[in-house]
């Protein structure tokens, strides 16, 4: 389903402004690198894999060509359109209203800008100076 209208609706609501801090639309460079781009410099995620299951096509792409799904998240969005980072206060409010209008939404995990080792997360990503994100986890079927 489209998420164009009713991410702008959630964004127009004068009940939820503020909401939504950013929108990550993922398109090539894969899930972290799109996300990293959108967070402040200095915080970080980690995105749970198990939040979602990628479609069947995705699978079958990833077998014809010898790949893991892990192997493909760094060129493929595996089922994820469009990543928002909302205030955690409002979170409930925004993924209901998007319910409602017919969208899938789950949370794939938590921005923190807790001081961490950083080893393994996609930074600076395409040039931009944004926040930290990695992958964790096994997808669920």
Known sequence: ALYTGPLLRVIEDPALEG??????????GGIAANLARV???????EVDR???SPL???????????HTLE???GAWNLGIGML????????????DTL??????????GQISSET???TGFEREAKGVRGGAVRLVGAYAR
């Open 19 to 28: 909401a939504i801090h950013s929108l990550s639309h993922v398109t090539g």
């Open 39 to 45: 967070l402040p410099d200095g915080t970080w995620t």
């Open 50 to 52: 198990a939040t979602w």
């Open 56 to 66: 069947p096509v995705f699978r079958h792409l990833a077998e014809l060509g010898g």
């Open 71 to 73: 192997d493909l998240e």
């Open 84 to 95: 928002a980072v909302v205030d955690a206060a409002k979170a409930a409010a925004v993924s």
């Open 99 to 108: 319910r409602a209008a017919g969208q899938t939404v789950w949370q794939v």
């Open 116 to 118: 961490r080792d950083l």
